[in-house]
């Protein structure tokens, strides 16, 4: 087995790399958001119901679930180069077919396409910063992929509701396939094509099961945003069969002589912590971004355009924190010192939203998500660019797409979860478990409040990441020399920037 180098044959500037890899991260979450607003519209032209049509989103959602750890996995074995071209490919011919679908059932379905394409995007943009650029530099690029991320978040629901109203759904689509297929020659031109860390055959049934696993438990999460809720058969059935498909694939990582993601990521406290700060984070800030509008709406009275101008500070404060949080990365800071800063912030936004903010004016529910971006900024891109310190480089491709996908579950989860909440909460129409709250809106009070609780759990996984950094590198070095994962040993020349610090 060849042993894999370190650093890669090719180093690209940061500069020219971040011209190819920041317009492709934007792509995916535009692609997710923009939709959401058009859905009205698709629904009158294929006259279909509010749960048919829903699927335009859902079904994109679900590939990227499913694809997202596939193509973490695919990365250590495949080249980066051709890896991110077919991607690229699928997603912009999944929205050329979208752009002309004759009816739903061929939208949905190029929405999935283009979603098994567009979950490729952000996995190997991250492993790409981390392979081609300097080992200085890599938190800097990934700061740069996170600024992205905000900002076509930001972006998303204002590029659908101005150009979707002004030349239609189908131009949106339009737009996406002609950005897709105009980035290939620059990647073709920019991303090195350097040799795989992992060379030997990817297990075909766990990447199944792990995808699976994956595509089903959002299935269920999704389907218990619905009027049912968690009751209905069709999301704790999809939830039980996920935690199935789970179990199934855990024993599949036992067993098999090469597995699809090596079992020393399981164990490896570093990793784990900063999965779990991700995870709770991420749950944390969609299910703000998705509540807020609503309590402007039912509370304040806000028009649904009005109720999305306020969002937009959160999105920009992320576009422009991310990069200096990068920095921050790049000049040595612990990553789960600053981890727990933005974690700090994102609690006292929480606390803030349900202490002041609810049935307030909206002013200050902008200032809220304004201080939740700056937070989510801070943590998004230290926890990532610590798996560049964390992992060893053969796992590396594999470990981001376990990690993606727990950041994509979170904010499956987080909404449907406190979705339920707040609906139980109206329904009791009781006093306001916050004590300082005098407000009438008790029910949203109440939910932020447990938000600000959820940071918690996320406070202490981010004091895990920050101990990791002090432990000995030889004890991880002697645990994945060890592993049944043969791919897992370390090369004799690898120091301590190739393991748990």
Same mark, same amino acid.
């Given at each position: 087995?060849?042993?894999?180098?370190?650093?890669?044959?090719?180093? /690209?500037?940061?500069?020219?790399?971040?011209?190819?890899?920041?317009?492709?991260?934007?792509?995916?979450?535009?692609?997710?958001?923009?939709?959401?607003? /058009?859905?009205?519209?698709?629904?009158?032209?294929?006259?279909?119901?509010?749960?048919?049509?829903?699927?335009?989103?859902?079904?994109?959602?679900?590939?990227?679930? &499913?694809?997202?750890?596939?193509?973490?996995?695919?990365?250590?074995?495949?080249?980066? $180069?051709?890896? %991110?071209?077919?991607?690229?490919?699928?997603?912009? &011919?999944?929205?050329?077919?979208?752009?002309?679908?004759?009816?739903?059932?061929?939208? /949905?379905?190029?929405?999935?396409?283009?979603?098994?394409?567009?979950?490729?995007?952000?996995?190997?943009?991250?492993?790409?910063?981390?392979?081609?650029?300097?080992?200085?530099?890599?938190?800097?690029?990934?700061?740069?992929?996170?600024?992205?991320?905000?900002?076509?978040?930001?972006?998303?629901?204002?590029?659908?509701?101005?150009?979707?109203?002004?030349?239609?759904?189908?131009?949106?689509?339009?737009?996406?396939?002609?950005?897709?297929?105009?980035?290939?020659?620059?990647?073709?031109?920019?991303?090195?094509?350097?040799?795989?860390?992992?060379?030997?055959?990817?297990?075909?049934?766990?990447?199944?099961?792990?995808?699976?696993?994956?595509?089903?438990?959002?299935?269920?999460?999704?389907?218990?945003? *619905?009027?049912?809720?968690?009751?209905?058969?069709?999301?704790?059935?999809?939830?039980?069969?996920?935690?199935?498909?789970?179990?199934?694939?855990?024993?599949?990582?036992?067993?098999?002589?090469?597995?699809?993601?090596?079992?020393?990521?399981?164990?490896?406290?570093?990793?784990?912590?900063?999965?779990?700060?991700?995870?709770?984070?991420?749950?944390?800030?969609?299910?703000?971004?998705?509540?807020?509008?609503?309590?402007?709406?039912? /509370?304040?009275?806000?028009?649904?355009?009005?109720?999305?101008?306020?969002?937009?500070?959160?999105?920009?404060?992320?576009?422009?924190?991310?990069?200096?949080?990068?920095? &921050?990365?790049?000049?040595?800071?612990?990553?789960?010192?600053?981890?727990?800063?933005?974690?700090?912030? &994102?609690?006292?936004?929480?606390?803030?939203?349900?202490?002041?903010?609810? *049935?307030?004016?909206?002013?200050?529910?902008?200032?809220?998500?304004?201080?939740?971006?700056?937070?989510?900024?801070?943590?998004?891109?230290?926890?990532?660019?610590?798996? *560049?310190?964390?992992?060893?480089?053969?796992?590396?491709?594999?470990?981001?797409?376990?990690?993606?996908?727990?950041?994509?579950?979170?904010?499956?989860?987080?909404?449907?979860?406190?979705?339920?909440?707040?609906?139980?909460?109206?329904?009791?129409?009781?006093?306001?478990?916050?004590?300082?709250?005098? *407000?009438?809106?008790?029910?949203?009070?109440?939910? %932020?409040?447990? =938000?600000?609780?959820?940071?918690?759990?996320?406070?202490?996984?981010?004091?895990? =990441? $920050?101990?990791?950094?002090?432990?000995?590198?030889?004890?991880?070095?002697?645990?994945?020399?060890?592993?049944?994962?043969?791919?897992? $040993?370390?090369?004799?020349?690898?120091?301590?920037?190739?393991?748990?610090?």
């Amino acid at each position: 087995m060849n042993s894999p180098s370190p650093r890669p044959d090719g180093v /690209v500037s940061l500069a020219r790399l971040l011209l190819v890899l920041v317009p492709a991260m934007l792509l995916v979450p535009v692609a997710s958001d923009m939709v959401s607003l /058009v859905l009205p519209r698709i629904a009158g032209r294929f006259d279909a119901s509010t749960p048919q049509v829903a699927w335009v989103v859902t079904g994109f959602l679900l590939a990227c679930a &499913i694809g997202i750890p596939i193509y973490g996995r695919m990365a250590d074995s495949y080249s980066l $180069r051709r890896l %991110f071209v077919i991607a690229l490919a699928v997603f912009g &011919i999944g929205n050329l077919i979208s752009a002309l679908a004759p009816n739903l059932l061929l939208l /949905v379905a190029a929405r999935i396409a283009s979603g098994a394409g567009g979950a490729a995007i952000p996995v190997l943009a991250i492993v790409a910063a981390t392979r081609l650029l300097p080992r200085g530099q890599a938190a800097i690029g990934v700061g740069f992929i996170a600024a992205a991320g905000g900002l076509g978040t930001a972006l998303g629901p204002a590029i659908g509701g101005g150009l979707g109203q002004a030349l239609g759904w189908r131009a949106l689509f339009w737009l996406l396939a002609v950005w897709a297929v105009g980035l290939i020659p620059a990647v073709l031109r920019v991303i090195t094509d350097t040799q795989p860390a992992d060379t030997r055959r990817i297990d075909l049934l766990g990447g199944i099961l792990l995808g699976a696993g994956a595509g089903l438990l959002l299935f269920g999460i999704t389907r218990a945003e *619905g009027t049912h809720g968690f009751t209905a058969p069709s999301s704790w059935g999809a939830l039980l069969a996920g935690a199935a498909t789970a179990a199934l694939f855990a024993w599949r990582t036992r067993s098999a002589t090469d597995p699809f993601v090596p079992p020393s990521l399981f164990t490896h406290r570093g990793y784990l912590a900063a999965a779990s700060v991700i995870f709770l984070a991420m749950m944390v800030n969609l299910t703000t971004l998705v509540l807020v509008p609503l309590l402007l709406i039912d /509370v304040n009275g806000l028009t649904l355009g009005q109720g999305a101008l306020v969002m937009i500070p959160g999105g920009l404060a992320l576009a422009a924190l991310a990069p200096l949080a990068g920095r &921050i990365g790049a000049k040595g800071a612990n990553e789960g010192t600053v981890a727990l800063a933005g974690l700090s912030i &994102i609690a006292a936004s929480m606390l803030f939203l349900s202490t002041f903010a609810v *049935g307030a004016s909206a002013v200050w529910a902008g200032v809220a998500v304004f201080a939740l971006g700056a937070g989510f900024a801070l943590v998004v891109t230290l926890t990532t660019s610590a798996l *560049g310190h964390l992992l060893p480089p053969d796992q590396f491709g594999a470990g981001v797409g376990i990690f993606q996908g727990a950041q994509f579950l979170g904010a499956g989860t987080g909404p449907a979860l406190f979705g339920v909440l707040l609906s139980v909460r109206q329904a009791g129409d009781t006093e306001p478990i916050n004590p300082l709250y005098t *407000g009438n809106a008790s029910a949203y009070s109440d939910t %932020f409040l447990i =938000l600000t609780l959820i940071t918690v759990p996320a406070a202490v996984a981010a004091l895990r =990441l $920050r101990n990791a950094r002090a432990d000995h590198p030889t004890r991880l070095a002697a645990a994945l020399r060890t592993s049944r994962w043969p791919g897992s $040993r370390l090369p004799e020349h690898a120091g301590a920037d190739s393991v748990d610090r």
